[in-house]
């Protein structure tokens, strides 16, 4: 039956090993284009997923929002000019230059050229080429943090938290597709426990034909044998949709780089290697460290402390608005485009402009507000932040739980495999030697593939157990 799937099969194989591994596909890749192993599909997991892609444009995202929040402290160049003339009487006539430069400390530097001609010129203007640099300075509010300095504090800090973000993302995704892996592992083993007892009853309920053709053996054991096949036909039947069924929802997380589906075709099945493994003898890692690691490096975790760190720079910036708003502003004049000619002069004797702006609300009342509503928001992050820890910690030690009685139960369950197989294989020697009926040999025979295909399933509900323990602990990246 393999070969037959096989060889309605071999062109989706052909398609998956050229989609997933380029290369000339030959007649010694034929064989290992069947198998695909937990790593080479976590592999096209991160690489093809339409939810991973995603999830690495959160980090672009945030980096173009940090390349927009520095145009705060760009430079700045203006340039603005008028001329009115009228019944041959040039009014005026004025072009005016500007260069703004913005710094960290709330600073803003500014130095300008004017060309101001005219007989009805504003007598605030100075008539012909003059320069002129100057600075603006807050005294209070906005001395300390201002709305540009916050923005990209917070936009430096939104790049950390989209890869925490990411971590995240990644992290649920790989442990569901695991999730999904082992399933179809599962599935398709207890597919193969199925298929080999319908091959070994095939062959039994043959020979007892012959058997009763040939007068050592009763009708009943024909009928006897039959159903005892029938009913493993049944059971390889349902085994087999439901591996398929596995296999489709496996599909769910295979993808091309074109961000094409790609389907699971009957021909791939799951590496067996990992039956190799000494399950019960596995170390398995120290509950103190994934609970202090996850403590520290969970992405979840790493997510609010940027969250916090967010809220504390809009509650510093909602400060602000509790002082008086003060401001500087002075400028260097002088005739003509050099600024500095007569810079011998002492500063605020002569060629000079000075000002100050003064603004106090009354009450304050948006300010308290507002600041009282960023306190409140850093309390509630700061206790979010403390039950998702909880969370993650009871999650991390309930899995860790399971795992550790996985290990028993697969210890246990192997040894009574063990005794139900010797057993069996006790009885058929008896059955062969006509010391034993056919109804017992199939109710032994029926153990051991109950026994068998629950060995299976805790094997694998234990690799399952396993990728949940890195999950949750926030290793699934």
Request: glycine share 6%; proline share 3%.
């Amino acid at each position: 039956m393999r070969g037959l799937i096989f060889k309605h099969c071999i062109c989706g194989a052909i398609i998956f090993w050229k989609v997933f591994f380029p290369g000339i596909v030959t007649a010694q890749t034929v064989d290992s284009l069947k198998m695909l192993s937990q790593q080479e599909f976590l592999s096209v997991v991160r690489t093809f997923h339409p939810v991973a892609l995603q999830a690495k444009l959160l980090t672009e995202m945030a980096d173009a929002g940090l390349i927009a929040a520095r145009a705060g402290f760009d430079p700045f160049f203006s340039m603005n000019g008028e001329r009115k003339t009228f019944d041959g009487v040039n009014y005026y006539n004025w072009v005016r230059p500007e260069l703004k430069i913005p710094t960290w400390f709330g600073i803003e530097v500014k130095a300008g050229l004017e060309n101001n001609i005219g007989d009805y010129l504003n007598p605030e203007y100075t008539k012909g080429k003059s320069s002129y640099l100057g600075i603006s300075l807050p005294v209070a509010k906005n001395l300390l943090m201002d709305k540009r300095r916050a923005v990209l504090k917070q936009a430096r800090i939104f790049t950390d938290l989209s890869n925490a973000e990411r971590a995240q993302i990644f992290n649920d995704l790989l442990t569901e597709a695991n999730y999904s892996y082992w399933n179809w592992v599962k599935d398709y083993h207890v597919f193969k426990i199925r298929q080999e007892a319908v091959a070994v009853t095939q062959a039994r309920y043959r020979l007892i034909k012959i058997g009763y053709q040939q007068g050592d053996r009763p009708a009943i054991d024909t009928t006897e044998a039959l159903a005892q096949l029938e009913s493993f036909q049944l059971a390889q039947n349902e085994s087999q949709v439901k591996f398929l069924q596995s296999g489709l929802e496996l599909s769910n997380y295979m993808w091309v780089n074109d961000s094409t589906p790609f389907y699971i075709t009957p021909d791939v099945i799951p590496d067996t290697n990992w039956t190799k493994v000494n399950f019960t003898d596995m170390e398995l890692p120290a509950l103190e460290q994934l609970t202090s690691s996850a403590a520290i490096y969970h992405p979840k975790l790493m997510q609010f402390d940027y969250k916090i760190r967010i809220l504390e720079i809009e509650r510093r910036l909602k400060f602000q608005d509790l002082l008086p708003a003060i401001n500087l502003k002075g400028n260097l004049l002088n005739s003509g485009y050099n600024v500095f000619e007569n810079a011998s002069i002492p500063l605020y004797e002569n060629n000079y402009k000075f000002g100050f702006d003064i603004g106090v609300p009354l009450r304050f009342s948006q300010g308290r507000g507002e600041y009282r509503m960023a306190k409140l928001k850093l309390l509630d992050a700061g206790l979010d932040r403390s039950q998702t820890r909880l969370q993650i910690e009871n999650k991390i030690k309930s899995v860790f739980t399971e795992v550790g009685n996985l290990q028993t139960q697969m210890a246990i369950a192997g040894r009574n495999y063990e005794n139900y197989y010797r057993l069996f294989r006790g009885e058929e020697t008896r059955f062969s030697v006509g010391e034993s009926s056919l109804f017992i040999l199939n109710s032994r025979e029926n153990k051991v593939l109950e026994t068998r295909q629950k060995l299976i399933e805790l094997q694998t509900k234990f690799m399952q157990s396993l990728v949940a323990l890195q999950g949750a602990a926030g290793l699934m990246q």
